[in-house]
């Protein structure tokens, strides 16, 4: 009798593109969309803020509130000062009527920025640090004054104490 033939196993082939072969790449392509798409939103909303973060030189406003001599409030009443501060603001749709507001305001202001600089002594005014914190009160003061607008800094092309 002859031997059966033997026939050798058959090896099946894999499909490469199974249920779960295709699962895997979907959940690949939506984590590389999502991270393409957070990416994009990163960048946009860093580069608009670094945009923003001051004003427009070339829209920056000076308006000066002329010279101003304060009595300082040491004991005695012998110190004084002399200061002529400039307002700086940006010309933009928020502080479209500011140069009008300023100059009808211009006495009310002077008031604020005297009533700021009446408040200090000597020693609070002389050491040339003092400049921006007395710059910053009077910033703050002369903004809380305007209703429409804000200042953006205060300079001194006068700063004088005795």
Known sequence: MAAPQETAPQVQKKKFFTVRTLLIILILLLLLAGLGVGGYIYYKSTASEGKSAGPDPEKLVTYSMGSLLV???????????????????????KNKKMGEELNKNKAALQDCIIRVIRKKKLTDVQPPESIDKVGQEIKSEVNKNLPEGEIYRVYFSEYLTQ
């Open 71 to 93: 009595n300082l409030a040491d004991p005695g009443g012998s110190n004084f000062m002399r200061l002529t501060p400039v307002l700086e603001y940006e010309q933009n749709k």
